[in-house]
């Protein structure tokens, strides 16, 4: 018999060599490998897993190019070994066990909440994130997706990059008619790894720096530890945005997987308000001793040709930008808290229903400069072109604790705490109503943010003018118990408080113009 070379069976699939052929089975429903090896501990690849993590924090974008050569090789792009969920758990608990070390009074309570660190932080919100991006990616991005469709920012795409991303990746075993699709056990190695880099950020990093973010009752502490709190937070997020970026990237039959990116601009822009919001006296005023907050920030942008009612002369319009400062904050006050929206709560208020407490119980310093209040329980008593005096209590429930315009005189009374702060004074106009009493309090600021660099008021999106045409109005918010840490109560009206906030920053915007 002469040697010869046979030809492979014609429906032999990709390393199946005499399975089914890929044309009987449905590849979206099928057993992840990676099921099959969680109990083989002799081939889990620990190495790569110490390896993965390092260069996650060193050259992330290894991690993945090391994911498409095993595309080439095993025709997948899910890597089926657990090794790297396995070390990254132990690590996981044993945070949380340093974390239970620190807050918590018994070893059972320490080890719940590790175990919690486990499988609720990372592999349950890496399932729920994995199976959103499963189902969505796809769709969004893929070849018959809205992303697709959307023109080159940056001129014509070349062939090369036409011909990558039309492609199909044709593994070792690939067949040339092979459909490309987004496997789930992909997603959840993206949502496993982009996990790691906020472990580092938030379990580790800010457990390190707890002394400091705990640290002192004073503005300038505070400011200190909102500061870094807020950019340690931001850094954590938008690190598992690029990490996450870089996976789905990897993925030649996606396109534009550059807008997963867009959080981070986002979560950029809420930065600022959320870390600024404490350099006035207000948060000192109301949480002295530095107790955990709560905070929440809502933000709109009106044009500024927007016809709105002249106060001066009735039936006549004006222009929105040709109003004050002054006049601006005035007109969201009074839609604050002149809307529909609040009309319930000035009912309750009115009636006396509930007790009517000002501010915070004597909590705050002795010396805090506040003048004697005066009480507004009328709409009508609400100015529509001038802000309210310091002290000045709406509805027996809401106390004015500062304001400032710009290029203005400060509407304070001089101390010593606000001499103090003169030089961090922010270049944007605002208000601030503290609330509460010694259980549940805390502070609206509505402000005014408008780009014009004649006013030395800070530019958010400047064009080559100088202008954008756009006034920005601010909502922030945030609440605390000023008596002691978070309590089941700020917990519980958190979402509430949330979504009325919303109600009520949507009725102003609707009565101001």
């Not at 699939?13 to 109990?39: C, D, E, K």
């Not at 929105?320 to 604050?336: I, N």
């Amino acid at each position: 018999m002469n040697p010869h070379i046979s030809v492979p069976r014609q429906h032999a699939g990709p390393a199946q060599f005499g399975g089914t052929s890929p044309q009987n089975r449905n590849p979206f429903i099928r057993m992840p490998q990676v099921f099959g090896r969680l109990f083989k501990v002799s081939q889990m690849d620990f190495e790569m897993a110490i390896w993965e993590m390092t260069s996650l924090v060193i050259a992330p974008k290894k991690v993945f190019k090391s994911m498409y050569y095993h595309k080439q090789t095993k025709n997948t792009w899910h890597r089926p070994d657990p090794s790297f969920s396995y070390l990254f758990s132990l690590f996981l608990y044993l945070t949380g066990l340093a974390w239970g070390f620190a807050y918590k009074p018994s070893f059972l309570s320490m080890n719940g909440l590790a175990i919690a660190f486990v499988f609720l932080h990372y592999l349950g919100a890496s399932l729920i994130i994995s199976t959103i991006m499963y189902f969505t990616v796809g769709r969004i991005f893929g070849p018959n997706g809205p992303a697709a469709t959307i023109s080159e920012w940056r001129g014509t795409r070349s062939s090369l990059g036409r011909m990558r991303r039309r492609a199909p990746a044709q593994g070792l075993f690939g067949l040339s008619g092979d459909k490309e699709h987004v496997e789930f056990g992909y997603c959840f190695d993206i949502s496993a790894r982009a996990f790691f880099t906020l472990y580092l950020h938030l379990y580790v990093l800010q457990f390190v720096l707890l002394p400091v973010l705990t640290r002192g009752t004073g503005t300038s502490s505070n400011l200190l530890a909102t500061l870094l709190g807020n950019t340690l937070y931001l850094s954590a997020f938008s690190y598992y945005t690029y990490i996450s970026f870089l996976g789905y990237s990897n993925l030649p039959f996606l396109y534009h997987t550059e807008l997963i990116l867009l959080p981070i601009v986002v979560m950029g822009i809420m930065w600022f308000p959320l870390t600024s919001f404490h350099e006035t006296r207000s948060e000192a005023l109301i949480n002295p001793h530095g107790h955990t907050i709560v905070e929440d920030c809502l933000i709109a942008r009106v044009k500024d040709d927007t016809l709105v009612q002249s106060t001066l002369f009735p039936g006549r319009k004006l222009p929105l930008g040709q109003l004050s400062e002054e006049e601006l904050l005035a007109r969201f006050t009074r839609g604050f808290f002149g809307g529909i929206i609040f009309a319930a709560e000035r009912f309750i208020l009115a009636s006396g229903l509930t007790q009517q407490t000002p501010l915070f119980s004597g909590t705050q310093p002795a010396n805090s400069g506040l003048p004697l209040p005066k009480n507004i329980w009328d709409v009508t008593e609400i100015p529509k072109t001038a802000l309210l005096p310091l002290g000045s209590i709406l509805f027996g429930a809401f106390q004015v604790t500062h304001s400032h315009l710009v290029n203005k005189t400060r509407l304070n009374p001089t101390s010593e705490g606000l001499t103090k702060m003169e030089s961090a004074e922010e270049k944007f106009s605002y208000i601030d109503f503290g609330f509460g009493n010694g259980n549940f309090a805390g502070c609206h600021r509505l402000s005014v943010h408008r780009n014009d660099s004649s006013k030395g008021i800070d530019s958010i999106a400047k064009t080559a003018d100088g202008r954008d045409g756009m006034i920005e109005f601010r909502l922030s918010c945030f609440h605390c118990n000023p008596r002691g840490e978070k309590s089941r109560l700020i917990t519980m009206l958190s979402g509430f408080h949330q979504i009325y906030a919303r109600l009520l920053f949507t009725d102003a915007l609707r009565l101001l113009c």
